[in-house]
Nanobody, 120 residues
Framework: QVQLAESGGGLVQPGGSLRLSCAASGSSACSIKHMAWYRQAPGKHREVVGTIIRNGRTNYVDSVKGRFTISRDNAWNTVFLQMNSLKPEDTAVYYC?????????????WGQGTQVTVSS
């Protein structure tokens, strides 16, 4: 059984920063093959924020380029979303979605979501 656990959301003022984490865990050692960060604001569709693949290449939606950065730890167990210069329009529930593999399984998994609120 594999799980993705998110953390790091919260309330921040405009211009502030937050760092989200998405950690993979399971009954056996597991690793992230590639991952995407999504967000969903009230009344809006879920949209992709950015992605990272195994060679480390990242891509971002235009609205967050230059402000958000996706990175990972050396073991590819955890992926991070560093969010700087946050704006009220970044307010949303943020989800990670990753392709995870272990000795016994592989598949796509979603994190539980974490709320990010940007407000003064």
């Amino acid at each position: 059984q594999v799980q993705l656990a998110e953390s790091g959301g919260g309330l921040v003022q405009p211009g502030g920063s937050l760092r989200l984490s998405c950690a993979a865990s399971g009954s056996s050692a597991c690793s992230i093959k590639h991952m995407a960060w999504y967000r969903q604001a009230p009344g809006k569709h879920r949209e992709v924020v950015g992605t990272i693949i195994r060679n480390g290449r990242t891509n971002y939606v235009d609205s967050v380029k230059g402000r958000f950065t996706i990175s990972r730890d050396n073991a590819w167990n955890t992926v991070f979303l560093q969010m700087n210069s946050l704006k009220p329009e970044d307010t949303a529930v943020y989800y990670c979605n990753g392709n995870i593999f272990s000795l016994t399984t592989t598949g796509d998994y979603w994190g539980q979501g974490t709320q990010v609120t940007v407000s003064s």
